[in-house]
């Protein structure tokens, strides 16, 4: 196969750029993004501030790349790790050509949303107001007009979209379609079979997290952080990955491991499910639960665990 990628001689020339994906908690924007790639890049879940790191996930075609940036929900900190949160966004939106706001059909525009607009308005990038679950939404029209609103005055290039980022392939193939129109020229940032920019481990860890919060009641979910230490192949393709679930005091941990360890086997086995259908090999997933006192407010441990 010729190399496209290269901007010397008589290739044709490529066009590539970055674009965040921003909105306010749980309104779909890692849904959205994993829609574009075909596979799961980022965790999803029905809790907000699912996501917590920005994560880069790449659309290739010959001439043209995307590298989608998820971002978390922007929202009010409550600890050094929901700071570190609207951190990411911040810095994604100062870095991106380009930028798609997600917003949540099913409801008018509030505090939240104000405030990711408030962010956007002035920016001089074009944006798309992505009107997301449109299949659960009863007055879709009305809400975007709301939401659209919130952008008046706003001078660089706006386009809107309602879709549904949950089951609407094709629409969402459209808007993907109208990103690559708007990309700058530039040879291409990564490689063209490359889905995203983590490693492994870190995806790895964050399906493990995305099953435990989906499982885990009250403040538990975010008080959980997860990490892979090893991974090793068999010669029969069996993946051995080893993880760590990471509590912040030593009363969660039995809440977390539940009543005879029933309710740890069950993240286990739902993680261990999910990587086995994305890496199409058998896993064995070996699960610990450790506490790290307080390492959401300590920044030594949030480094530690990739938050930094
Ligand atoms: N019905 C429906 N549900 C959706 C759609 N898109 C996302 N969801 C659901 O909404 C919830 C939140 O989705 P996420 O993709 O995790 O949302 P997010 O914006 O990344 O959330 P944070 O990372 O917490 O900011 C999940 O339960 C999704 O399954 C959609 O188009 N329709
Ligand atoms: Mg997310």
Redesign the pocket.
Known sequence: MTDLSSTTGATPQTHSGFVA?V????????????AFLNTKV???????????RGVRGIFSSDTHQIVFV????LHKPKDALGKYMNQEVHSALADVDAILW?V?LRHPPGEEDQLVARQLRDLPKPLFLVG?????SKYPEEAMKLYGALLEGRTADTQEVM??????TTAVAMLREQVLDILPENPFFYPRGAASDQTREMWAAEIIREEAMKKLRDELPYAVATRVNRWTEREDGLQRIEGEIVVEKNAHKGMVIGAGGKQLREIGQAARKQLEVFLDRKVFLGLEVIVINGWREDPEALRELGYE
């Not at 908690?25 to 993004?33: A, R, Y």
């Not at 980022?42 to 917590?52: E, V, Y």
């Open positions: 994906i909105g306010k908690p749980n309104v779909g924007k890692s849904t959205l993004l994993n980022a965790p999803t879940s029905p809790r907000p501030q699912t996501t917590r998820d971002t978390p929900g997600v949540d997301n679950k449109l299949d659960v879709l549904s980022a949950q089951n609407n």
